[in-house]
């Protein structure tokens, strides 16, 4: 039998779900099409600069999303042997942290509509007034926010270790194999002491970067 309680958790779980599609989707497009504007098409090559939500989804990453409500979608490989030039170091920085830039513009964009929608009294979702549709609408970018929010920080962690041994091993301080132990250590270590303070600090950057935009555009 269905009960209310069960109700709300299919509800919250399918918000979840949806708001998980909504941001890996245009996130692993934009970080496939910038890596081979930086100069590696490996991504590209494997159909990841696509729009299909399905080409996204981590198995793993999905997973977690519905048993600890935080997932990640499919990572964007990147091979640094195949960005050269005399800006090398430039664009290979910012392929690493193209990640953390979508997910970054993604929750802005999502708080202005969130602000559009309903107002900058996001207890009126609560309210009656607001139909069953656009309920669900709210919760969606809600989450998106957050997810958004959490993926960034866990981009910047990850990408900004791997950047750092990337320079490393092409010094041939250490081998390529030993690359993956490091990070992990190192990327675990740094998300339990830093995660969450890391986070609140990027979700005030993004309440902060959304509220000039919409003061700029005239919204509020």
Not at 32 to 52: P, Q, R, V, Y
Not at 106 to 113: G, K, R, S, W
Not at 149 to 167: D, K, Q, R, T
Request: aromatic share 10%; net charge positive; glycine share 8%.
């Amino acid at each position: 039998m269905l009960t209310l309680q069960s109700a709300q958790d299919i509800t919250n779980l399918l918000t979840r779900l949806l708001a998980y599609l909504l941001i890996i989707t245009p996130a692993g497009s934009f970080r496939s099409w910038f890596t081979k504007k930086m100069g590696d098409s490996t991504a590209n090559n494997l159909g990841l600069s696509s729009l299909n939500p399905l080409i996204h989804i981590d198995i793993f990453g999905i997973v977690c999303l519905i048993l600890f409500r935080f997932g990640w979608g499919k990572q964007i490989p990147l091979n640094p042997n195949n960005i050269h030039g005399k800006l090398r170091t430039i664009k290979l920085t910012l392929a690493s942290f193209s990640g953390v830039f979508i997910y970054l513009s993604q929750a802005v964009l999502y708080l202005i509509l969130l602000a559009l929608l309903f107002g900058s009294d996001l207890q009126i979702l609560g309210s009656e007034q607001v139909t069953s549709f656009w309920l669900v609408i709210g919760r969606i970018l809600i989450a998106s926010i957050g997810l958004c929010s959490f993926l960034a920080v866990v981009e910047l962690i990850l990408n900004g270790i791997l950047l750092i041994l990337i320079f490393i091993s092409e010094k041939q301080y250490y081998q390529p194999y030993q690359l993956w132990y490091i990070l992990l250590i190192a990327a675990f270590i740094i998300l339990v002491l830093i995660g969450q303070p890391l986070q609140e600090l990027l979700m005030r950057g993004i309440l902060q970067t959304a509220d000039f935009i919409a003061q700029l555009t005239g919204i509020t």
